[in-house]
């Protein structure tokens, strides 16, 4: 199995930064994407970032040129840069940690950090 933690995330004001970080550990040859989701109370869980070994990065499109994803050499360790931040921006942010294939994609989850955005 694969276990994920993510750390990072907290309080703050609108325009400001924060900086989450995730962990994979475990049988990590069983991933090749790692990325952040999150989940706004009253709301489904949506997409934010990720990141696929050899091919690049992607996001929402309400984060794009805001927050940046970027992993480190070791491979196993992602990180989410997060700029000019929103009150919309508010929610629990979810590492997920994926081996995506050709017929669909086994997925890891942490138990996600509260990022809260006041105005």
């Known amino acids: 199995q694969v276990q994920v933690v993510e750390s990072g995330g907290g309080l703050v004001q609108a325009g400001g930064s924060l900086r989450l970080s995730c962990t994979a550990s475990g049988k990590i040859f069983n991933i090749n994407t790692m990325g952040w989701y999150r989940q706004a109370p009253g709301k489904e869980r949506e997409f934010v970032a990720d990141?696929?070994?050899?091919?690049?990065?992607k996001y929402e499109h309400s984060v794009q040129g805001r927050f940046t994803i970027s992993m480190d050499s070791s491979l196993n360790t992602v990180h989410l840069q997060m700029n000019s931040l929103k009150p919309e921006d508010t929610a629990v942010y979810y590492c997920?940690?994926?081996?995506?294939?050709?017929?669909?994609?086994?997925?890891?989850w942490g138990l996600g950090t509260q990022v809260t955005v006041s105005s």
């Open positions: 997920n940690a994926a081996k995506v294939t050709g017929w669909g994609r086994n997925d890891y």
């Open positions: 990141v696929t070994f050899g091919e690049g990065t």
